[in-house]
């Protein structure tokens, strides 16, 4: 995968995240009766994140890209998806049946991001490694 892929998925993560932080504080009265919790926790979980989208559209505008953000980011997003599927599993009566579904189903997504990342960040590394060693004639 190229950088500019990777960048590209990067900006998809900040547009994403953006969406959700921007709905999670706008809607949180919508959210939290889905989720059929209270409506601090939506609005919490928004505001918690301003930060998060702000360090990844800095991340994302960075030339070149900064390898040790993306592997933070990556794992932000993998770590995002198992605390999700702590929720879940570990406190069943957390979340209605139907925010379960909602929070899986978003755990998902942002999993592939962090899947993506890793698999970028991955790639990003081995070409700069890769530039200026020589092959044997």
């Given at each position: 995968m190229s950088s500019e892929t990777l960048r590209k998925i990067l900006w998809a993560d900040v547009f994403g995240s953006g969406a959700s932080v921007l709905f999670s504080i706008a809607a949180a009265g919508l959210i939290a009766d889905w989720l059929e919790v209270s409506v601090?926790?939506?609005?919490a979980v928004g505001i918690t994140l301003v930060p998060w989208v702000w360090f990844l559209y800095r991340t994302v505008r960075h030339d070149p890209l900064q390898t040790g953000a993306i592997a933070v980011i990556a794992a932000g997003n993998v770590g995002w998806a198992v605390a999700a599927a702590i929720l879940i599993l570990g406190f069943p009566a957390a979340l209605s049946t139907a925010g379960a579904?909602?929070?899986?189903?978003f755990s998902?997504?942002?999993l592939d991001f962090g899947i993506a990342q890793w698999i970028g960040l991955s790639s990003v590394r081995r070409a700069r490694q890769g530039v200026g060693s020589r092959m044997p004639a």
């Amino acid at each position: 995968m190229s950088s500019e892929t990777l960048r590209k998925i990067l900006w998809a993560d900040v547009f994403g995240s953006g969406a959700s932080v921007l709905f999670s504080i706008a809607a949180a009265g919508l959210i939290a009766d889905w989720l059929e919790v209270s409506v601090w926790i939506p609005l919490a979980v928004g505001i918690t994140l301003v930060p998060w989208v702000w360090f990844l559209y800095r991340t994302v505008r960075h030339d070149p890209l900064q390898t040790g953000a993306i592997a933070v980011i990556a794992a932000g997003n993998v770590g995002w998806a198992v605390a999700a599927a702590i929720l879940i599993l570990g406190f069943p009566a957390a979340l209605s049946t139907a925010g379960a579904w909602i929070v899986g189903v978003f755990s998902l997504a942002v999993l592939d991001f962090g899947i993506a990342q890793w698999i970028g960040l991955s790639s990003v590394r081995r070409a700069r490694q890769g530039v200026g060693s020589r092959m044997p004639a």
